[in-house]
């Protein structure tokens, strides 16, 4: 549709008021808006600004990577578990359909906000990959994470938020492609130079398939969603798509029965050292 012209202080009063398409209704993205689906924990703070989502563990990315791995998991004819999810962080957005919104804080969560936070409607695949090709695909992660104290400019969204199977530790003084020190993916620990190969040992992994087809940097991902080795599937549950997968898995979860047992971040999942650490967002 070709805009309306607009007065300059009509602008000027829309942007403030964060619409970002000045001729929307500002139509609510998802059913029951209102609805709660999980709460943030009392005393926390989600920041979704760029550096926070992009540069550091983001504990509403953290639960949209465990619902990926619930939402296989969960079904009751699995035969091939999940082993781990992740979600790039460029998936995580801070402007919605009527607000620019980068602290969400605590008290409750709504269908709504969740759904402007998570507005890409992404397919969640599925796909089995090798111990290499796990440490690659984490590494090339952190890969343009900032040394402290360098300040973080353009991060990139190609940063991973990890489900809680994934436990490991980054080095922002190394240099890029060798600074995961450490990685446990459940039980398995993954060393560099001693990888088993594939598919006596493989790891199945949910992700968005933005990443699977090789965006954000992902070339190595990219024909094994293809792949009938890899055993490629899609979620079905939920229409299949990562905000509405994420809030089935909210609502049933811990975080939506009290404000204590609410959403917090999970630092242990990425343990960043020598790292820039983001600021609070203004908002």
């Not at 563990?57 to 004819?77: C, R, T």
Request: net charge neutral.
């Amino acid at each position: 549709m070709t805009p309306r012209p607009v007065a300059p202080l009509v602008l000027v009063l829309l942007a403030a008021s964060g619409c970002i398409a000045f001729n929307d209704d500002c139509q609510a993205l998802v059913d029951n808006p209102n609805e709660r689906v999980a709460f943030v924990a009392k005393g926390t703070e989600i920041f979704l600004d760029r550096p926070n989502a992009r540069h550091a563990n983001n504990a509403l990315a953290q639960a949209a990577a465990d619902s990926f791995v619930w939402v296989f998991n969960s079904q009751p004819d699995v035969t091939a578990p999940v082993s781990f999810g992740i979600i790039n962080g460029g998936s995580v957005r801070d402007q919605g359909a009527c607000v620019l919104r980068s602290i969400v804080r605590e008290g409750p969560l709504t269908r709504g906000v969740l759904g402007e936070i998570l507005p890409f409607e992404n397919p969640i695949r599925v796909v089995d990959l090798s111990e290499q090709e796990v440490f690659e695909v984490l590494e090339l992660s952190v890969s343009r994470l900032f040394t402290a104290p360098t300040p973080i400019s353009s991060p990139s969204g190609a940063f991973l938020q990890v489900s809680k199977e994934v436990s490991m530790e980054v080095d922002c003084t190394r240099t890029a492609n060798a600074r995961i020190t450490s990685l446990r993916i459940g039980t398995q620990t993954i060393t560099p130079g001693a990888f088993r190969p594939f598919p006596a040992t493989k790891y199945r992994v949910a992700l968005p398939g933005f990443i699977l087809a090789g965006n954000d940097g992902y070339m190595l991902l990219a024909g094994k969603g293809d792949d009938p080795s890899r055993n490629p599937g899609q979620a079905q549950r939920f229409g299949g798509i990562d905000s509405r997968i994420a809030m089935a898995f909210l609502l049933q979860s811990e975080f939506n029965q009290t404000i204590e047992n609410g959403l917090k971040v999970d630092a242990n999942r990425v343990r960043l050292t020598n790292c820039t650490a983001p600021s609070r967002p203004l908002q």
